[in-house]
């Protein structure tokens, strides 16, 4: 591509797709920098992995993989129709989780959303679809917890608080968007109608009509998709645990401790914590250094080349949507 041409299509950018430029900039410098910092930290050692088997390391690495593999399949799923490439897809995501890595207070999290609304030309659709993610996410955490809570002494429920609260705090939100939040929103419209006449009841009331819509469009998402998207949830978390336990093996004598372990591991994520902050930390007085190696770095790598990828598929190919 030419210098002018670029410039063309620059131009033709709107400020919100400059804005996710920007970004995209700023996270492929961020994971360039880390992924340096993660392979320096292997070489000098600092990664903790002396004394894991090459086979133990190689079968943990794969096994995340394949997890966000599936993680893959189902935001495909979720997305719908032929609009995204799946290479596109492909790039997004790992980009897009390598970078939730990396940002603060789930700043990852907002991130993601933002570029997903991007993505697929709707930022209501991108919440919906993000939204739907958590959902079945969050069901699978509260399952793990159920079975930890029942395995584990009462002493070490503490740690479950955090996860707990956030879950239940999800759950209770999508309860009311679901099933109160539509009706409400009609009787709102209707109170601004014959309440107010200002310049700022058209946009409201659009506001308004979008966020129905969007609420009651939500089910027709997974409308037929309920058994794929449930098997893709399962066979996800179920390979989060068996990495888990296959990097901690004091954890893998009964499932109650490795749920254990993992449900505190990201009790410190939701927390915002980012990757370099768990460099240093213990979850039940065992180094975390191991697993991080086995599943985060690889990540953070091929984010790297996802991010490189995104933007290769959808700003600088020839025909990409401006």
Not at 59 to 64: G, K, P, R, S
Not at 66 to 93: C, K, Y
Not at 163 to 191: D, I, K, M, S, Y
Not at 195 to 202: C, G, I, N
């Amino acid at each position: 591509m030419s210098m002018a041409a670029a410039h063309n299509r620059l131009s033709r950018l709107t400020p919100w797709r400059r804005a996710s430029l920007a970004m995209l900039g700023a996270a492929f410098l961020t994971l360039l920098w880390l992924t340096g910092l993660t392979a320096h930290a292997a070489m000098t050692g600092n990664l903790a992995i002396a004394g894991i088997g090459l086979g133990t390391l190689v079968l943990t690495a794969f096994l995340y993989l394949v997890s966000h593999g599936l993680r893959i399949v189902r935001l495909a799923l979720l997305i719908g129709g032929w609009r995204v490439g799946f290479r596109t897809v492909v790039a997004f995501h790992l980009m897009t989780a390598s970078v939730g890595l990396i940002a603060p207070l789930k700043l990852g999290e907002i991130y993601r959303v933002v570029e997903l609304g991007n993505l697929v030309g709707s930022f209501v659709r991108g919440v919906m679809i993000a939204w739907w993610e958590r959902v079945f996410d969050v069901a699978a955490i509260l399952i793990i917890l159920a079975i930890a809570l029942v395995n584990t002494p009462p002493e070490t429920h503490g740690m479950f608080y955090g996860v707990a609260a956030l879950a239940g705090a999800f759950v209770v939100g999508t309860a009311f968007a679901f099933f109160v939040a539509p009706e409400n929103l009609r009787r709102l419209a209707v109170l601004i109608i014959r309440r107010y006449d200002h310049r700022w009841t058209v946009p409201v009331l659009q506001g308004i009509d979008t966020l129905r819509r969007a609420i009651r469009q939500a089910p027709a998402m997974i409308d037929k998709k309920i058994a794929s998207l449930v098997t893709l949830t399962v066979l996800i978390w179920a390979l989060e645990i068996t990495c888990f336990t296959i990097m901690l093996p004091a954890l893998a004598g009964s499932l109650g401790p490795a749920a254990e372990g993992l449900l505190s591991f990201l009790s410190s994520v939701t927390r915002g914590e980012t990757i370099v902050a768990e460099l240093g930390a213990t979850t039940l007085n065992i180094d975390l250094r191991r697993y991080l190696a086995a599943t985060q770095a690889p990540l953070l790598f091929l984010g790297f080349v996802g991010c490189a990828a995104y933007a290769y598929l959808h700003y600088g190919r020839r025909g990409a949507r401006p």
